[in-house]
């Protein structure tokens, strides 16, 4: 998600050896990029990994362009867009696999029982809304913890989401809380390591309730993202993606291999979507968002 304060963009790194690989899917290439022989050719896809993107990283991009932009990438789904705007992707066919509109705030979130009203008025309200537009999940965040400790932190977000559950379950709508870094980006923000959040899944215990499992994130807070993946992959329903450090392009200018995580979160069995959720550092925002859907099509 946004954050106000983050880091500075790297600044742009000499060529280097490239992760993309051609695959069997050929789509129609972006004007003026370059499929991977730098030949114009087409842009090609293998199909295994549901690609989405991120609205709030473009936001300088009409979405009307990005709509266009990316179904000619192979991006089937552009995300964090409210109610207001899906009529847009509708007329793109794109598909909205993280819709968002509900939440109050990624500080003010279902940790604090001051909020649990006015987010059940909210979320009961969308959800809906989101099953009639064909949509299956929902954003929701923990909220800082303001001086609570984890446990209590716990109790309140379960006793929060628990009313919800049922008509999340009605009307197929998974909530989905996404897992956030303390350390750079949100400051105090309490669903910030993986346990946290499975402890709160197994709280709830309801298939209607899953985590966001953001590999930008959670490199920053704990690392060891392939043996997290392989160990809790059932409680994860979404993957987000941004290089570490910066939380720009995802190529070889920073520390994961996306490649290799890509194909162990195919190992799982995984059916959902990954989302590009990186800030493009280059001048060129498009070409980077090309970039990292072809690095992340294994």
Not at 4 to 10: E, P, V
Not at 172 to 201: F, I, P, R
Not at 290 to 298: A, F, P, T
Request: aromatic share 8%.
């Amino acid at each position: 998600m946004k954050n106000k304060s983050r880091r500075s963009a790297l600044k742009k790194l000499g060529a280097g050896a490239s992760f993309m690989a051609l695959n069997p899917l050929t789509l129609p290439v972006r004007p003026g990029s370059k499929d991977q022989s730098g030949s114009g050719g087409p842009l090609v896809l293998k199909g295994n990994i549901n690609h989405s993107v991120c609205r709030w990283c473009y936001r300088n991009i009409p979405l009307e362009d990005l709509a266009i932009a990316s179904k000619k990438m192979g991006i089937t789904s552009i995300e964090l867009v409210g109610p207001a705007e899906w009529h847009i992707l509708k007329k793109h066919g794109l598909h909205c696999a993280m819709p968002n509109g509900a939440e109050i705030g990624l500080d003010k979130g279902f940790n604090h029982k001051q909020y649990h009203e006015e987010l059940f008025k909210r979320y009961s309200e969308l959800i809906p809304k989101v099953a009639e537009a064909g949509y299956d999940q929902l954003i929701c965040f923990s909220g800082n913890r303001e001086g609570i400790g984890e446990e209590y932190g716990l109790e309140q977000s379960a006793a929060g989401l628990r009313p919800l559950l049922p008509i999340a379950e009605k009307h197929k709508v998974t909530l989905v809380m996404e897992l956030l870094n303390s350390k750079v980006n949100h400051k105090d923000y309490q669903c910030d390591h993986t346990a946290w959040g499975v402890a709160l899944c197994d709280k709830l215990g309801s298939d209607r309730f899953k985590l966001l499992y953001d590999i930008y994130h959670m490199q920053i807070m704990e690392g060891d993202i392939i043996a997290t993946i392989r160990k809790y992959h059932s409680y994860f329903s979404h993957y987000h993606t941004g290089g570490v450090p910066g939380r720009n392009e995802i190529d070889e200018s920073q520390e994961l291999n996306y490649p290799v995580i890509m194909k162990e979160i195919l190992k799982t069995g995984f059916k959902g979507y990954v989302a590009q959720e990186f800030i493009p550092a280059r001048p060129d925002a498009l070409d980077s968002l090309e970039q990292g859907v072809k690095i992340c099509d294994v």
